[in-house]
Antibody, heavy 114, light 110 residues
Framework: VHLVESGGNLVQPGGSLRLSCAAS????????MGWVRRAPGRGLEWLAN????????NYVDSVKGRFTISRDNAKNSLFLQMNTLRVEDTAVYYC????????WGQGTLVTVSS | QTVVTQEPSFSVSPGGTVTLTCGLS?????????PSWYQQTPGQAPRTLIY???IRSSGVPDRFSGSILGNRAALTITGAQADDESDYYC??????????FGGGTKLTVL
């Protein structure tokens, strides 16, 4: 299983960013997928997950209404649309396979700063 | 708000055994919370060690084991090695499709 995140960047507060996660080595369309982040000096934070066909999404309260998780099973890809970004969203963002996060990507850095 | 608690730090001697635990502010942890455990060293992605309480992830040596001890989930490391020095996180399913990480335990091997 190989997961590669991309899309991390420097963005101003209030801005938007879309993260992508390209998956290989698994039957993507039969796997729950999720996003986790680790902010500087803090621990891991579970953010969101999505079921196999994309019909169910779950979010932690701190990102609900601002972040949207989605997937394209035809392209073996997972996405995280992040809007109204805040300084405290600065973190390395990881995608992971399964509800219990069995496999992880290497992460992509998002920096929110003016 | 559900809080998942872990010991902030722990120390173990090389070759020794250590048990890290994971609790829940709202009550006892059971297998129905599907506790899982992750290891993360600085600059690296997390690595899954244990899921569903006590199932070792592929490639994880059997000196890592998971269980429920009393009211908490537990990760036991036997025969601790220098490269076990890492941050360890537990993850619990708290219902409504939501999962929550504990704050992590920084393990020192010395």
């Amino acid at each position: 299983v190989h997961l590669v995140e991309s899309g991390g960047n420097l963005v101003q507060p209030g801005g938007s960013l879309r993260l992508s996660c390209a998956a290989s080595g698994l039957t993507f369309g039969t796997s729950w997928m999720g996003w986790v982040r680790r902010a500087p000096g803090r621990g891991l934070e579970w953010l969101a997950n999505i079921n196999e066909d994309g019909s169910v999404q779950n979010y932690v309260d701190s990102v609900k209404g601002r972040f949207t998780i989605s997937r394209d099973n035809a392209k073996n890809s997972l996405f995280l649309q992040m809007n109204t970004l805040r300084v405290e969203d600065t973190a390395v963002y990881y995608c992971a396979v399964g509800q219990q996060l069995g496999y992880w990507g290497q992460g992509t850095l998002v920096t929110v700063s003016s | 708000q559900t809080v998942v608690t872990q010991e902030p730090s722990f120390s173990v001697s090389p070759g020794g055994t250590v048990t890290l635990t994971c609790g829940l502010s709202s009550g006892p942890v059971s297998a129905s919370y599907y506790p899982s455990w992750y290891q993360q060293t600085p600059g690296q992605a997390p690595r899954t060690l244990i899921y569903s309480t006590n199932i070792r992830s592929s490639g994880v040596p059997d000196r890592f084991s998971g269980s429920i001890l009393g009211n908490r989930a537990a990760l036991t490391i036997t025969g601790a090695q220098a490269d076990d020095e890492s941050d360890y996180y537990c993850l619990l399913f708290v219902g409504g499709g939501i999962w929550v990480f504990g704050g992590g335990t920084k393990l020192t091997v010395l």
